[in-house]
């Protein structure tokens, strides 16, 4: 197996927070000056300036994965305590306003801002983007089309976005609600080739849609300047076992249809319709719903759809030195996902202020501070 095959790069979203007030903080510029001195370019703004991102240097398995999301969030963690802020894993701030926060004063956010106005402002939210490597172009649009499938499963693990502007809003991701508002998000459609795609994106440029592929979102996309499959769906989770979980059941996907793919085997395509299906039930429900399985025709308890997932590919997990990162899945089906978490501190103690303490905990927790 080639050493480019299914590495790994991670991205974490992060709140940067005021721990005597709870709320964000428009503070990019305190976080990078250090910031780029210690993690370089493996920490960046984003468009609001109370969101920070690390990115992992590729990974060549899990384990080396583990060690960069560790050694980013630690770093990340003391620099913003050097400034009194905190770092919070959510997908959502449980009250701060997006009208309150800052841009990023760079051109391309205040292009952003301009072709889309509010919606953009409006767009304070925190996700984990994992990118699998692949060499093959056509193996990566292929491998797209049936992970596509899969996405409402990963994402239901992930959930931990159920507050937005101090209200509890009955979603356990109210944060891919906010992001469905922009264009090109979501779950894509199926390309045939990679030739298909590859002139979707460019009638985009020609006629001023984009300027580039990277103004492409979708939950899912094939990234335009590296050679990975970019999974985007999730919220970021507090955890960083969560994360590792997660990213975990990733990549051992992408081997596993990597797998069948090579022994000529195809993955029955299902239309983006009725994958939207489940990616609204795990958005409103995370773990605790169902989901529809297609082949079945049924309801079927999102829970025990997991559990098949973790069956399916089985097979590739020993390979790729992953059992107990994908072992983890099942201590967040026992805990439940963030989303959950959180809404039980709410319920205990009627105060975001204490959930954001929760938030910030769990971020913090298996760190080197």
Request: charged share 30%; aromatic share 10%; net charge negative.
């Amino acid at each position: 197996m080639s050493d480019k095959l299914f590495t790994i790069g991670i991205e974490e979203e992060f709140q940067i927070v005021d721990p005597v007030t709870r709320e964000l903080k428009s503070h990019i510029e305190l976080i990078l000056g250090d910031g780029k001195v210690i993690l370089k370019e493996q920490v960046k703004a984003e468009m609001h300036q109370s969101v920070v991102e690390v990115g992992s240097n590729v990974c060549y398995n899990i384990k080396d994965a583990r060690k960069e999301v560790v050694r980013l969030r630690s770093s990340l963690a003391r620099i913003a305590k050097q400034h009194g802020l905190e770092i919070a894993a959510a997908g959502t701030h449980p009250f701060s306003k997006w009208a309150e926060q800052k841009i990023t004063d760079h051109p391309r956010y205040h292009d952003v801002v301009e072709d889309m106005q509010d919606v953009a402002r409006a767009n304070l939210i925190f996700g984990l983007h994992v990118h699998i490597g692949l060499e093959n172009k056509e193996d990566t649009i292929h491998i797209m089309n049936a992970l596509r499938y899969f996405l409402p499963h990963i994402f239901a693990l992930s959930t931990s976005s159920p507050f937005w502007e101090g209200r509890k809003t009955g979603f356990k991701s109210y944060r891919t609600k906010i992001f469905d508002r922009f264009p090109r998000t979501g779950i894509p459609d199926h390309f045939n080739s990679y030739g298909e795609f590859e002139s979707y994106v460019n009638l985009l440029i020609k006629t001023g849609c984009i300027d580039n592929a990277k103004r492409i979102w979708w939950d899912v996309r094939p990234h335009p300047f590296f050679n990975t499959l970019e999974v985007r769906i999730c919220d970021i989770p507090m955890l960083v076992d969560e994360t590792i979980a997660i990213s975990a059941l990733i990549q051992a996907v992408v081997a596993k249809l990597h797998k069948l793919l090579k022994k000529n085997l195809g993955f029955r395509l299902y239309r983006r319709l009725l994958i939207n299906e489940n990616k609204w039930r795990a958005a409103r429900y995370g773990l605790e719903g169902k989901m529809i399985d297609f082949g079945k025709q049924e309801e079927v308890d999102t829970v025990y759809l997991i559990h098949e997932l973790l069956d399916f590919v089985d097979e590739v997990v020993d390979e790729l030195d992953s059992r107990d990162e994908i072992n983890y899945v099942k201590e967040i089906l026992k805990m439940k996902t963030g989303a959950y978490r959180q809404l039980q501190v709410f319920e205990k103690t009627n105060d975001l202020r204490k959930v954001v303490d929760f938030i910030i905990e769990q971020t913090n927790f298996g760190l080197e501070i």
